[in-house]
T-cell receptor, first 110, second 115 residues
Framework: NAGVTQTPKFRILKIGQSMTLQCTQDMNHNYMYWYRQDPGMGLKLIYYSVGAGITDKGEVPNGYNVSRSTTEDFPLRLELAAPSQTSVYFC?????????FGSGTQLSVL | GESVGLHLPTLSVQEGDNSIINCAYSNSASDYFIWYKQESGKGPQFIIDIRSNMDKRQGQRVTVLLNKTVKHLSLQIAATQPGDSAVYFCAENRHSGGGADGLTFGKGTHLIIQP
């Protein structure tokens, strides 16, 4: 079973560039999430979605945008990359409270 | 503000010994707690969960204990193996009603297994 799939695994961006982190899940989960994980820190919620067409801000949404046009896909957009966005990004989905995570995207903004 | 935290950033144990990883939480209204394991280069993986109406729950080689009086959560791993090396996170859900948007994660404890 694929579960939650994220692409790319690694990316280097220059300051001011934009990119989209892709996330798809095949578990038919309504809930999907984007987290960032900084070194030695816990996961911080960026955005989440409770279903297609519905998104909401998490704890650290500034500098990011999301969309949820289908149940399966939940892309995360960085419009103007900044060094503070250097982090590891995890997408997750859940049927209830138990999260299933993707393998992460390591992003560096230089 | 309220937070979930771990007592030790690194825990080193001998292979075969039992490991105990601790977590403190401050929101007495939290009713659901989860432990995740994160191996190097991978996403967190669910280990075990417990609801506030329980004080103990056992899985395969793992046990979670919840002490609501002192707002303390622990993860016990029996007969620790090399594959248990990872960072372990506790998380609390501060609101019910479905979804994990109310989950707050601790900073993690790095469990190191000595041969």
């Amino acid at each position: 079973n694929a579960g939650v799939t994220q692409t790319p695994k690694f990316r280097i961006l220059k300051i001011g560039q934009s990119m989209t982190l892709q996330c798809t899940q095949d578990m038919n989960h309504n809930y999907m999430y984007w987290y960032r994980q900084d070194p030695g820190m816990g996961l911080k919620l960026i955005y989440y979605s409770v279903g297609a067409g519905i998104t909401d801000k998490g704890e650290v949404p500034n500098g990011y945008n999301v969309s949820r046009s289908t149940t399966e896909d939940f892309p995360l957009r960085l419009e103007l990359a900044a060094p503070s966005q250097t982090s590891v990004y995890f997408c997750a989905s859940s049927g209830e409270e138990k999260l299933f995570f993707g393998s992460g995207t390591q992003l560096s903004v230089l | 503000g309220e937070s979930v935290g771990l007592h030790l950033p690194t825990l080193s144990v001998q292979e075969g010994d039992n490991s105990i990883i601790n977590c403190a939480y401050s929101n007495s209204a939290s009713d659901y707690f989860i432990w995740y394991k994160q191996e190097s280069g991978k996403g967190p993986q669910f280990i075990i969960d417990i609801r506030s109406n329980m004080d103990k729950r056992q899985g395969q080689r793992v046990t979670v204990l919840l002490n609501k009086t002192v707002k303390h959560l622990s993860l016990q791993i029996a007969a620790t193996q090399p594959g248990d090396s990872a960072v372990y996170f506790c998380a609390e859900n501060r609101h019910s009603g479905g979804g994990a948007d109310g989950l707050t994660f601790g900073k993690g404890t790095h469990l190191i297994i000595q041969p």
